[in-house]
């Protein structure tokens, strides 16, 4: 078979849970394993593809980025490098105005509090005690959210009352003052630990600073909600947690958000917040952002500093933005991207920020070109696909030019991406699971992928790199030669994952739905290119239980996302072509979720509440069960 041609297989690994989950941990991380793991690697074709097979090429051990063209289409401004938060704001203010998204329909933008704001219809203390009751709803209704870590209601009113009393006096820092965020909690900001979804973790590493992303953020205003949930150390795809609780998807909660970045995705698809910050390995900014029908941005690679945060997989992740709409998003990117690069040491200074050209009167596809390898593209669910194919449609209508491709090496992705992550989380983990101490605090999932990645050969994790070299010269070819601008495939190949009743205390292994989440991820991680995902439509989630919340025998339609990757550095284009399909779409992509907040009604209640004495915000959650 041609290293062209592209096979759907799926990866063959059972589920685990309960005892039989306890003795095959037993047996991965005790010396009768050896033998077993050599069967599960080989029926999975990691040795036959990294082991036994020889690739004619130097390994490349880190994305290259250097050598792509520079983006000159598609750009409204170019901000400064190392601009603070206030300017890069004002810089994207005075750019692109204050358009409202036609998407917000569904959920509150950072422009419409900014305009509450200046209006005096609202106040940022209104809406943070609005926050604050929602925050306490979602925890104690049944199943409770958990989307939170660390959540403090005294430093979120301390915050809000400063940037209330700037626009009483007519002088807000920006257009994201009073505005509130959350921040996964694998990155580091100065005064609360860093967990990475661990037990143990913030014990055992001090913070020592925050990174330069979310200091901008404070600097122009924004005010930060707290630390969100996570799949433990980011080593999993469906945001199941043992240790802080497993946060719930809002379109229904007896499905799974995706993850890592689990509580970024629910708690910003739920209204709770404008935006989050998350990081993505493996799709873990995208997949949740898919799964949960949001925006989500996995950046080029060393566009955003996340420094001093924990390395725990260093050559594939970055951090980015998760928002509501695309243009939320990008006003997000803008304040994260090309900020402390020199003050940590990472240099060459990424290219300049160019802001995208989101004008509504010249917003166009014409004279673009996506590349479509339909045959990957059409490995998923048939209902997935379908609602990919409209979007695809939609943007042809607005004068994109669709162009078959062919990817070759597509199939050595899947083992090595998973060599790759798994490997470096291993040896960055490493010296917390060398002690047995600390290790049985890591939950069983996370232990087995671990050990496992034991049985990676030194020879496996060069030839995983040798891949990553054969993908990068291909797709430098298709977007060079071929002249392709963008790779369109699916976010996921199904909506999300039914939650294990029996998985929420005593967690579970599924190697195949993690893989299988990753399809197509894994490429944009190992090239270090941008990848961007926009909600377009629904799709049938993935049944593993009987056992539902809602009594709802009819299908449970959950959320589908288009990806749309670009060469390096071109994230202005990415951002460019995702607003026409935002705007393509209107209320077709967007999905009511179960449990839903709209802060700035919630805060209406608030104002209202307090001017006439009554005492207290009318307490109660938006649940659509129908």
């Not at 899947?414 to 010296?431: C, D, F, K, Q, Y």
């Amino acid at each position: 078979m041609s290293e062209d041609e592209y096979r759907a297989e799926e990866v063959s690994s059972p589920v685990l849970l309960g005892t039989p989950l306890r003795i095959f941990l037993g047996l991965i991380e005790s010396g009768l394993f050896s033998s077993i793991r050599s069967v599960l690697l080989r029926r999975n074709n990691i040795p036959q593809t990294l082991e036994e097979k020889s690739f004619a090429c130097e390994p490349l051990f880190t994305p290259d980025t250097n050598g792509y063209p520079s983006e000159t289409q598609n750009q409204a401004c170019i901000i400064p490098q190392d601009a603070d938060g206030a300017t890069t704001a004002a810089a994207f203010v005075d750019s692109l105005g204050l358009i409202e998204n036609p998407s917000s329909y569904l959920r509150c933008s950072a422009l419409e509090f900014h305009a509450s704001y200046l209006s005096n219809a609202l106040t940022p203390s209104d809406v943070a005690e609005a926050f604050i009751v929602a925050v306490e709803e979602s925890e104690i209704m049944s199943p409770p959210l958990r989307l939170f870590i660390e959540h403090r209601p005294a430093a979120i009113r301390t915050a809000a009352a400063a940037s209330t009393e700037r626009y009483a006096a007519g002088n807000p820092l920006s257009i994201l003052d009073g505005v509130i965020f959350g921040v996964k909690d694998e990155l580091d900001v100065d005064g609360y630990p860093t967990t990475a979804g661990t037990a143990f973790l913030a014990t055992h590493r001090p913070v020592t600073g925050t990174i330069p992303g979310v200091a901008a953020l404070l600097q122009a205003g924004a005010i930060l909600a707290g630390k969100l949930n996570m799949h433990e150390i980011g080593l999993g795809t469906s945001g199941l947690n043992t240790v802080h609780g497993t946060p719930r998807n809002p379109h229904n909660v007896d499905y799974h958000t995706g993850g890592s970045s689990s509580g970024a995705g629910a708690a910003v698809a739920s209204g709770l917040l404008t935006f989050a910050i998350g990081t993505d390995g493996g799709g873990s900014i995208r997949i949740p952002a898919g799964l949960c029908g949001i925006v989500g941005l996995k950046p080029t690679a060393s566009r955003i500093c996340a420094l001093p945060s924990p390395s725990i997989a260093h050559t594939v992740t970055c951090c980015g933005p998760m928002a509501p709409t695309v243009r939320d998003c990008a006003l997000l990117y803008a304040m994260l991207a090309n900020k402390g690069h020199e003050q940590h040491g990472m240099l060459p200074m990424p290219p300049p920020l160019a802001l995208p050209n989101l004008s509504s009167t010249i917003i166009s596809a014409t004279g673009l070109t996506a590349g479509i390898h339909w045959a990957w593209f059409e490995h998923a669910d048939p209902e997935v696909v379908r609602a990919c194919k409209h979007a695809v449609k939609l943007l042809q209508g607005a004068g994109l030019i669709i162009k078959p491709i062919v990817i070759p090496h597509l199939n050595d992705l899947l083992p090595a991406h998973s060599v790759t992550i798994t490997s470096e989380m291993r040896a960055n983990m490493g010296e917390y699971i060398s002690n047995f101490a600390t290790r049985k605090q890591l939950t069983a999932e996370v232990r087995i992928s671990l050990a496992i990645a034991d049985g990676f050969s030194a020879a496996a994790y060069i030839n995983a790199q040798k891949v990553r070299r054969k993908l990068d010269d291909a797709v430098r070819h298709i977007f060079d030669s071929e002249k392709i601008d963008f790779i369109i495939t699916p976010t996921t190949p199904t909506a999300a994952p039914q939650i294990r009743p029996a998985s929420l205390s005593g967690g579970a292994s599924d190697v195949s739905t993690a893989v299988k989440s990753m399809r197509f991820a894994q490429l944009a991680n190992m090239l270090g290119l941008p990848a961007i995902t926009v909600p377009v439509g629904s799709a049938t989630g993935g049944s593993t239980s009987k056992n539902k919340s809602n009594n709802n025998s009819s299908p449970d339609k959950l959320p589908v996302g288009l990806q749309i990757m670009a060469p390096a550095w071109h994230e202005a284009s990415l951002f460019h072509i995702a607003e026409i399909l935002e705007s393509q779409l209107g209320p077709s992509a967007g999905m009511q979720p179960q449990v839903y907040w709209n802060l700035i009604e919630r805060a209406k209640q608030h104002r209202a509440a307090s001017s006439a004495s009554t005492g207290q915000i009318k307490r109660h959650t938006q649940v659509d069960r129908t």
